[in-house]
Structure formats: structure tokens, C-alpha cells
Antibody
Framework: QVQLQESGPGLVKPSETLSLTCTVS??????????WNWIRQPPGKGLEWIGYIYYSGNTNYNPSLKSRVTISEDTSKNQFSLKLSSVTAADTAVYYCASLGRYCTNSVCYDSLDIWGQGTMVTVSS | DIQMTQSPSSLSASVGDRVTVTCRAS??????LNWYQQKPGKAPKILIYAASSLHSGVPSRFSGGGSGTDFTLTISSLQPEDFATYYCQQSYNTLLTFGGGTKVEIK
């Protein structure tokens, strides 16, 4: 069973770069079976998908964040990472990593975020 | 972007009640609709995928329905552990989007 664990600084200064890592256990980050996602949730608010990385480093980002986001993988450590540049207070949130599982029936496939890390709170403040 | 709109944003119900949450997509998404449950301080958990398929280990009192633009999540008999916030999410296109959430509270 795949398990995910986020790690990184809990406090980032405005205009700096937020950097988080998600460690994968029970599965391989280089497996073509999984899409590895980052999602965030500002305090008291809803969920926002940030982007994912899959199969040999291909990425897909939310257009609203695309200019500031980089998701990468480190296969030697079985980890994937998030970098968000030029942060402001609006980037204060709980950040989750999650895997996108695929279920196929009658040649139609459906994706869902079926495994989540516990989340890590990041505050942007000077 | 495909906008997902949930209603109501919150509701109060009693243990044993039948509860229905609605999710509407801004365009047709076929059955590419998932439902999640989130409790305070915890990560969301998948309940239902493909609009109506129950994820492994999810109690049968949860059910999903709909296709196209209109979807429902129903809890047939609300249990104490079901008080939480519920989110819908579309996977029709590669820009994943969530509904705003429905908080189910104790009456």
C-alpha cells in the first residue's frame, strides 16, 4: 500500500520560494502507474489542485499557478517535490501530496485522488 | 476551467437522517466525478469515484449518482462519524477542480 509523507519548512518569507517534498513508500515514484499531485487548502477554505508529475518527469500545472510552480521528482530518494516562487500571504495553506489512481471499466478509465499525505501547514510571513 | 458548484454549503442533520449533497459542473463531465470526505485537521479521503462507484472500504450507506452536469452524494442513514465536509471533484479534463465543499453538522 502506497503511503505519502510531506516535509519542508513551515514558515516562508514573502517573495521567497516555498519548497516541499513528498516521500513515497510502498510504491515507486518512477512507476508509470501513478500521477503524483500537489493540492493546497488555505485555512478555512476549499481545495485547490496545484499540479502533478508523471512518467519520466512529465508535468501538468494549474494555469493559475503555472508561472510560479515547478514539480520535480528524485527517483533515487523516491520523492517528488514542489517549488512555488514569489510567495505571498495568499499562499499560506496546508499543502497535501496525493496520488491519482486510475480505475478502468469497459475500456473507460476514471481517475481519483485515492491516497493522500497527512498535509503540512506552510505560513507565508515575515 | 470546469467550475464545480456544490449545494448547500452547509447543512444540519441528525443521526439517522438521509442526507443529499448536490454538485453541478459548468459543462458536461460524463461520469468523471469523485466525492471526498474531510474531517477537521485531516486529509480528504476518497469516497466515490466515477460518479457512483464506492471506493474500497467505504460504508454502503454512501452512494453517488448522476452524469453529465448534475451529481448527488447521498448518505442513507447519517452516523456520528459522518459529520465532516464533503467535496466533489471532476477529472474530466487535466485541470482538476473541486467544488467549494458542503459541511455536514450535527443538529
Amino acid at each position: 500500500q502506497v503511503q505519502l509523507q510531506e516535509s519542508g519548512p513551515g514558515l516562508v518569507k514573502p517573495s521567497e520560494t516555498l519548497s516541499l517534498t513528498c516521500t513515497v513508500s510502498g510504491g515507486s515514484v518512477s512507476s508509470g502507474s501513478f500521477y503524483w499531485n500537489w493540492i493546497r487548502q488555505p485555512p478555512g477554505k476549499g481545495l485547490e489542485w496545484i499540479g502533478y508529475i508523471y512518467y519520466s518527469g512529465n508535468t501538468n500545472y494549474n494555469p493559475s499557478l503555472k508561472s510560479r510552480v515547478t514539480i520535480s521528482e528524485d527517483t533515487s530518494k523516491n520523492q517528488f517535490s514542489l517549488k512555488l516562487s514569489s510567495v505571498t500571504a495568499a499562499d499560506t495553506a496546508v499543502y497535501y501530496c496525493a496520488s491519482l489512481g486510475r480505475y478502468c471499466t469497459n475500456s473507460v478509465c476514471y481517475d481519483s485522488l485515492d491516497i493522500w499525505g497527512q498535509g503540512t501547514m506552510v505560513t507565508v510571513s515575515s | 476551467d470546469i467550475q464545480m458548484t456544490q449545494s448547500p454549503s452547509s447543512l444540519s442533520a441528525s443521526v439517522g437522517d438521509r442526507v443529499t449533497v448536490t454538485c453541478r459542473a459548468s459543462q458536461s463531465i460524463s461520469r468523471y466525478l469523485n466525492w471526498y470526505q474531510q474531517k477537521p485537521g485531516k486529509a480528504p479521503k476518497i469516497l466515490i469515484y466515477a460518479a457512483s462507484s464506492l471506493h474500497s472500504g467505504v460504508p454502503s450507506r454512501f452512494s453517488g449518482g448522476g452524469s453529465g452536469t448534475d451529481f448527488t452524494l447521498t448518505i442513507s442513514s447519517l452516523q456520528p462519524e459522518d459529520f465532516a465536509t464533503y467535496y466533489c471533484q471532476q477529472s474530466y479534463n487535466t485541470l482538476l477542480t473541486f467544488g467549494g465543499g458542503t459541511k455536514v453538522e450535527i443538529k
